[in-house]
């Protein structure tokens, strides 16, 4: 192991010196450029002088980094100087306040460095607590630092009943911890529904959501026996919701819903202890029983969905006298309408009976104090019903109405295509080519003009810039006039800098210049015009795997510049990175998929960013959960130790995702829409999709879907 430490340790230093001599060489043939990377330089020296353990020459040029910069560099310095800290002092380096006030002494108070003055960390307090944050006990454990003591759990008591009433504060303080002889005690004074309360709130923290959903089901049956517990019993049925629905588990969560609702409905509730009005209490019941009528209907139960929604309907007659401000009555407003649209989109549109939706969509359009949002929302969805029965003429002058609205262009898009194609199944031929055109111009590689309108009309190909797309042109643009650029010294800078760290290779600053780029170019159109230089700072970000920049910037640049991607087909491969080339190819051929679908999954799920985690838990490049993460790490006979922070591996996270979606495939036949919907939905979802949202083509099953 010591071998294979010492030799990876020798690698790095063999990149760290090949950094410094790129940087050299560029410097050397450039000499104009010294004075924009000074700071780079000096952190690239730093590094390879820490790896020679030369660490008091290493810390001087930390710190020579951190007095030259107050962005990405400064950032990097400061966290460079701090590790380094450690091997210098083992008895003091790992001692927030001892290192506040060296850094301090180093910087005069902080005013040598723009880093740290930005930040707002020129006072002992407040570095010290910074820099307790970063080194604390990571530097505990590392082999150069000294033993420290665990630090001591906090007092069961010391936390007040206000602001941990239902335990999760507690929870949060010692998860993944053993427990003191003082929360054994406190433990054992529980009752027992609040011990498997207290378990269930454990096993969430530890992320084992299925455990979790057992405990908080017979919690929230049993916590009833005092004011405190029913209180309790609306925050454990919440959670197990999220732990339900966290494992897939829809007819459970719906049943979770239910008693939620049920429990809203009683009158004993201790509204003092939870911080509610009446109001609010009984808008939390209303809002609970939509939800127990969306899962119904995904159920195919449109019975009981029915008489969910009409609970939550007859529920606003008591909600409304205690609507006791304008806010208030536009929630009652909101309320209406949303339980009149779960009613026609869930279950008069999933029973076939699009003209009721329609007439239902109409009485929520005529609902007093409708916001802006729901009424496009709305409008929308009556031109869509009347498509689905039907009646294409009366859809068309639907979709007109909403085209006059002020739209975004996702909405205008869709619209169009649909007005287009409502046209088209008319014989007005000549209508809808105008309609396709106008989408075309707004939004040329959006899904329906590149799939949707090839669907009607098979001699029209919006593909033809991917034919055109050429890799090898990536790098040719150069020799460019750099226009109003030469007016804004702080994006030439930005701009050069990134340029200077990818001719390096010098990795580590990737992202945060990147950043920095995108921040002084975003927003400024008189830099975007000048379309050459614009798209060559595109194209830096993606040589630096900042693909959510690329993409960002490039889409900003294809609406100031119409034929962009005419004059420019080869940006499509910026638009549509092919990231992690070699582990995709590897892996999706090894699934017997195409690589594109396994790119174009990746780019919608995560935006290539392979340590990124939704609000749901799904993780990594193709976004997968972590449960499903060790059902697929069985089936190729991989470990499934740590597999949370292994999906943040990319070969790690496109192995099982490719297994995945490979396996999905085949279960719908290779219709790769509904594949991809399941890989996002999840299998039950699409399965009941197929049942009640089925329509006559792919198109229009997914808009069905939206």
């Not at 910074?130 to 630092?145: F, H, V, Y």
Request: aromatic residues 10%.
């Amino acid at each position: 192991e010591n071998m294979m430490l010492e030799a990876q340790a020798k690698e790095e230093t063999k990149e760290v010196d090949e950094e410094i001599l790129h940087m050299r060489k560029i410097l050397k043939d450039d000499e104009s450029l010294r004075p924009l990377v000074e700071d780079i330089l000096a952190m690239a020296e730093a590094g390879a002088l820490e790896e020679q353990q030369k660490y008091a020459d290493a810390e001087a040029f930390w710190l020579k980094a951190l007095k030259l910069d107050r962005g990405a560099v400064g950032k990097a310095a400061f966290e460079g100087w701090a590790s380094l800290q450690p091997k210098i002092d083992l008895a003091n380096g790992h001692n927030p306040d001892f290192l506040a006030s060296k850094l301090l002494s180093a910087t005069k108070d902080g005013e040598e460095s723009p880093w740290l003055k930005k930040q707002g960390l020129m006072q002992k307090a407040s570095l010290s607590k910074r820099l307790d944050k970063l080194i604390g006990l990571k530097l505990a454990e590392t082999p150069s630092a000294v033993s420290l003591p665990k630090p001591a759990l906090p007092d069961p008591d010391s936390f007040p009943k206000a602001d941990d009433l239902y335990y999760e504060a507690r929870a949060k303080a010692v998860c993944r911890k053993p427990l003191d002889a003082k929360w054994v005690s406190w433990l054992s004074s529980l009752s027992v529904a609040q011990r498997i309360y207290w378990n269930a709130l454990l096993f969430n923290c530890e992320g084992q959501p299925r455990r979790a959903s057992a405990e908080f089901r017979a919690a929230t049956e049993k916590l009833s026996t005092s004011p405190e517990d029913t209180a309790r019993v609306i925050r454990s049925a919440e959670l197990l919701i999220s732990a339900l629905k966290a494992i897939g588990d829809r007819v459970g969560a719906t049943e979770a819903y239910a008693t939620q609702a049920s429990v809203l409905k009683r009158n004993d509730l201790p509204l003092d202890l939870l911080g509610w009005s009446v109001y609010e209490k009984q808008k939390r019941f209303i809002d609970s029983t939509y939800w127990v009528a969306r899962n119904r209907a995904m159920q195919g139960d449109y019975i009981r969905a029915k008489a969910a929604v009409q609970d939550g309907l007859d529920g606003l007659a008591i909600l409304e006298p205690l609507a006791k401000s304008s806010k208030e009555t536009a929630q009652v407003s909101e309320l209406r309408v949303e339980g009149l649209h779960v009613l026609s989109s869930r279950i008069q549109y999933e029973q076939g009976d699009f003209a009721g939706a329609v007439i239902t969509n109409q009485n929520a359009l005529a609902v007093t104090g409708i916001t802006k949002e729901w009424r496009g929302r709305l409008q929308w969805s009556e031109g869509w019903y009347l498509y689905r029965q039907g009646d294409k003429a009366r859809a068309v002058e639907s979709l007109t109405r909403y085209l006059a609205e002020d739209l975004e262009d996702s909405s205008r898009t869709k619209a169009l295509y649909w007005r287009g194609r409502s046209l088209w199944e008319l014989g007005d031929k000549s209508g809808a080519e105008k309609d396709f055109e106008e989408l075309t111009r707004i939004a040329p590689l959006s899904f329906y003009a590149v799939v949707g309108i090839p669907t009607i009309d098979p001699d029209v190909d919006w593909t033809d810039h991917f034919k055109k797309a050429d890799e090898d042109r990536l790098s040719k643009i150069e020799d460019f006039e750099w226009g109003e650029w030469k007016t804004d010294a702080d994006a030439m800078r930005r701009f050069h800098r990134l340029e200077f760290v990818i001719a390096s290779k010098f990795k580590d600053l990737y992202p945060g210049l990147a950043s920095e780029l995108f921040d002084a170019m975003n927003g400024k159109p008189k830099l975007l015009r000048e379309v050459e230089p614009s798209l060559y700072a595109t194209r830096l970000m993606h040589m630096a795997e900042q693909y959510v920049l690329s993409i960002s910037l490039s889409s900003s640049l294809s609406q100031i510049h119409s034929e962009l991607w005419t004059d420019y087909p080869e940006q499509l491969l910026v638009f549509f990175p092919r990231a992690y080339r070699e582990d995709v190819l590897k892996f999706a051929a090894k699934q017997g998929i195409e690589a594109e679908l396994v790119w174009g999954l990746s780019r919608q799920e995560s935006s290539f960013r392979k340590t990124v985690e939704s609000p749901v838990g799904a993780i990594g490049l193709m976004q997968i959960m972590p449960n499903t993460g060790e059902e697929l790490a069985r089936l190729q006979g991989l470990s499934t130790s740590g597999i949370s922070e292994r999906l943040k591996q990319s070969d790690t996270n496109l192995q099982l995702g490719t297994l995945y979606l490979a396996n999905l495939g085949k279960r719908y036949q290779g219709k790769w829409p509904r594949a991809i919907a399941a890989y996002n939905a999840g299998e039950y979802v699409v399965d009941t999709w197929m049942l009640r949202r089925d329509a006559p083509d792919m198109i229009m099953w997914s808009e069905a879907l939206s």
